[in-house]
Each structure stands twice: as structure tokens, then as C-alpha cells.
């Protein structure tokens, strides 16, 4: 079955320096993948979409990269800051039923001052 | 501003009671997700449809049934609400390609099963 893995269910990293989150996927040929920010009690809000043909997507201090061979994707803040603390979530769409969108459990990303 | 708006933010219902979950979009979106939400577990596709009349299972269908009669509207039906239910649901809509593809959400709705 389709399964997408976000390795690390938390991240603490130090303000100031680059976070690196990944997702890994398996049995998927996704179209695209996508990159969402959730807060506490709130609905997932989008950020980036890096399409299947793209290495490397950039916005403001967000970059994401997508390797098809290896089935994986990353997700970096630089520059990172408190506010920057989180859920983010990977999620994969375009598929063999080209509307379908599922997600990964996400990394909870704490950013310490 | 774009909206998907859920009926409820929180529900508590009683187990084997029929329960129904309406989301709304206002961005003449095709497609329309009912995801649920458990700690560790991530965000688990139910259903999606990708027009109206049209849906297809998700990750986890059992238990659960959908209705879209109009393009706007997703309802999510828990056919006799079970404790194992208890959980946050997300409604989400979105479009498709060449479109901007990206899921905007709602907020949710918290739904205890006593």
C-alpha cells in the first residue's frame, strides 16, 4: 500500500540555525509533492509544491528538494526562528487517481531562542 | 478570502447515533477531502470526490459514507457512531492541474463518541 514516512516525529533545533525535515515515500508515483505548516488547533496550510520534474524549489528562507530515484523529499528553514516552530507535513498528490492528496504524520519542529 | 467552512467545531455524540459532517467551499474547487486526525498518526484519508456524484474510498472508508449532490457541498456520514470514531476531522478542497493543486482546509471539527 501507498505509505509516506516523516522520520522524525520531533525536531528541536537551535534559533538561527537550518532545519531539515524529510519525507520518504514507497508504492507512490506522485505527480507532485507538496509541504504544509499546521498549528496547534488549526487546519494544515499550504507552503510549497516541488512537481515531479523539479529538484529544487525555493521561497523566501523555505527550500524543498525532490529525488524520484530515491523516493524522497526535503524539506529546510533557514535562518530558522521561534515562529517557525510547528507541525509540518509532506503530502503527495497526482497519482494513478490523479485527484487523490494523502499525507504523512508529520515532524513537530520546535525552535528553542 | 478564500473559505471551507465545516459545520462544527465541536460535536459529542452518542455511540450507534447516525452522525453528519458538512464542509462548504467557496472556491468552485472539483475536488473535496474528509481527513481524520490522531496523535502520531498524521492526517488519514476517509474519502475524496472529485465531483459531484463522484467519490472514491480513501485510506480508512470503514464505518464512514459521503454525500456530494452539489459541487460546493462534502458531507461525511458516520453510519452508527462508535467510540473508536472519536476524532478530528478535516474537510479540504482543492483543484486540480494546471491549476494550483495546494489543499486549503477548515478548522476542523472535534468529535467525542460517548
Known amino acids: 500500500s501507498q505509505k509516506i514516512e516523516q522520520n522524525s516525529e520531533a525536531l528541536n533545533i537551535q534559533e538561527g540555525k537550518t532545519a531539515t525535515l524529510t519525507c520518504n515515500y514507497t508504492?507512490?508515483?506522485?505527480?507532485?509533492l507538496q509541504w504544509y505548516r499546521q498549528d496547534p488547533g488549526r487546519g494544515p496550510v499550504f507552503l510549497l509544491l516541488?512537481?515531479?520534474?523539479?529538484k529544487e524549489k525555493r521561497k523566501e528562507r523555505l527550500k524543498v528538494t525532490f529525488d524520484t530515484t530515491l523516493k524522497q523529499s526535503l524539506f529546510h528553514i533557514t535562518a530558522s526562528q521561534p515562529a517557525d516552530s510547528a507541525t509540518y507535513l509532506c503530502a503527495l498528490g497526482g497519482g494513478s487517481s490523479a485527484s487523490k492528496i494523502i499525507f504523512g504524520s508529520g515532524t513537530r519542529l520546535s525552535i528553542r531562542p | 478570502d478564500v473559505k471551507v467552512t465545516q459545520s462544527s467545531r465541536y460535536l459529542v455524540k452518542r455511540t450507534g447515533e447516525k452522525v453528519f459532517l458538512e464542509c462548504v467551499q467557496d472556491m468552485d474547487h472539483e475536488n473535496m477531502f474528509w481527513y481524520r486526525q490522531d496523535p502520531g498518526l498524521g492526517l488519514r484519508l476517509i474519502y475524496f470526490?472529485?465531483?459531484?456524484?463522484?467519490?472514491e474510498k480513501g485510506d480508512i472508508p470503514e464505518g464512514y459514507s459521503v454525500s456530494r449532490e452539489k459541487k460546493e457541498r462534502f458531507s461525511l456520514i458516520l453510519e452508527s457512531a462508535s467510540t473508536n470514531q472519536t476524532s478530528m476531522y478535516l474537510c479540504?478542497?482543492?483543484?486540480?492541474?494546471?491549476?494550483?493543486?495546494?489543499?486549503?482546509f477548515g478548522q476542523g471539527t472535534r468529535l467525542t463518541v460517548v
Open positions: 470526490s472529485y465531483d459531484v456524484k463522484m467519490k
Open positions: 516541488i512537481r515531479e520534474n523539479e
Open positions: 508504492n507512490y508515483s506522485p505527480a507532485y
Open positions: 479540504a478542497s482543492s483543484s486540480n492541474p494546471p491549476m494550483n493543486t495546494e489543499a486549503f
